[in-house]
Nanobody
Framework: QVQLVESGGGLVQAGGSLRLSCAASGSIFSYNVMAWYRQAPGKQREFVASITTIRINYADSVKGRFTISRDNAKNTVYLQMNSLKPEDTAVYYC?????????WGQGTQVTVSS
């Protein structure tokens, strides 16, 4: 019933930009927290950015380059990624937190070539 679906990934050159989208559907209409994580091959999943109604947080590695935003009417969260680096290459996952329960999307691949 509850789904988070990421889109917008792709292949870009270093210095380029991508905008990821995460569309939420199902019985949860408003998550307390929505966030982006990423996982590169052979590495652990890491936090990228999060957004609540009052606060936005970013990992130090993406501050100044990535922007998270939220469209409450569409129940969608976005991640605008600028000045992309090869080390940004990963599968990007959307996460929604509704009280004590976390929900994950299936991920979208972002590949940044040098």
């Amino acid at each position: 019933q509850v789904q988070l679906v990421e889109s917008g990934g792709g292949l870009v050159q270093a210095g380029g930009s991508l905008r990821l989208s995460c569309a939420a559907s199902g019985s949860i209409f408003s998550y307390n927290v929505m966030a982006w994580y990423r996982q590169a091959p052979g590495k652990q999943r890491e936090f990228v950015a999060s957004i609540t109604t009052i606060r936005i947080n970013y990992a130090d590695s993406v501050k100044g380059r990535f922007t998270i935003s939220r469209d409450n009417a569409k129940n969608t969260v976005y991640l605008q990624m600028n000045s992309l680096k090869p080390e940004d290459t990963a599968v990007y996952y959307c996460k929604g937190i509704y009280y004590a329960q976390s929900y994950w999307g299936q991920g979208t691949q972002v590949t940044v070539s040098s």
